[in-house]
C-alpha cells in the first residue's frame, strides 16, 4: 500500500477542487438532476463542515466531509480518484471521518448515496454501516439508499 496522509482541507484548495469537480461530474453522468444530493463547494465551506483530503506527494487523492447535523454526523462528498483506488484511501477516509464524528460526541452517522454506486456501498458496509431510512430533508428517490451506523 501506497502511504498517504488524512489532512483537513479548504474544499477551494486547487487540488480538492479537482476532485469535488470529478465526482460532481460523475454523479451527474449517472442519475438524474434532481436525485444529486451533493453539496456545492461553497456548502463544503460553511460552518458545521469538516472537510479533509488524501494525499500523498502533494497530489490530492481522495476527499470526505462530515456534516454536523442535530443529533448526528452525516458523510458528504466521499470520493476517491479512479486512479488512486484500491489502495485503502476510501477505508482510511471513513476511518477518519468516523473518529472526527467520535470526538464531536455524534452519537450516529448517516449518509445518502446512488443506488448504484455498489462499491460505495460495500465499503460502507465494512466499516459498520447498514441501510436504513430515509433522513434529514431528502426526498423520496428510486436512486437514492440511505444508511446509519451508531458510534
Same mark, same amino acid.
Given at each position: 500500500m501506497s502511504e498517504f496522509t488524512i489532512r483537513r482541507a479548504n474544499p477551494r484548495e486547487a487540488g480538492a477542487t479537482a476532485l469535488l469537480q470529478a465526482s460532481h461530474g460523475l454523479l451527474d453522468s449517472m442519475f438524474p438532476g434532481d436525485s444529486n444530493h451533493y453539496l456545492s463547494i461553497d456548502g463544503l465551506c460553511m460552518p458545521g463542515i469538516h472537510f479533509f483530503v488524501a494525499e500523498r506527494g502533494g497530489r490530492s487523492l481522495g476527499c470526505i466531509a462530515l456534516a454536523e447535523r442535530k443529533g448526528y454526523g452525516e458523510l458528504k462528498s466521499m470520493f476517491v480518484n479512479p486512479d488512486a483506488r484500491g489502495m485503502g484511501i476510501g477505508d482510511a477516509l471513513v476511518d477518519h471521518a468516523t473518529d472526527v464524528a467520535r470526538e %464531536?460526541?455524534? /452519537?450516529?452517522?448517516?449518509? !445518502?448515496?446512488?443506488?448504484?454506486?455498489?462499491?460505495?456501498?460495500?465499503?460502507? %458496509?465494512?466499516? /459498520?454501516?447498514?441501510?436504513? !431510512?430515509?433522513?434529514?430533508?431528502?426526498?423520496?428517490s428510486p436512486h437514492s439508499i440511505f444508511m446509519e451506523k451508531a458510534l
Open positions: %464531536r460526541d455524534l /452519537g450516529m452517522l448517516k449518509l !445518502e448515496s446512488g443506488n448504484t454506486l455498489e462499491h460505495a456501498h460495500r465499503l460502507y %458496509r465494512r466499516h /459498520g454501516f447498514s441501510n436504513c !431510512e430515509r433522513f434529514g430533508e431528502y426526498p423520496d
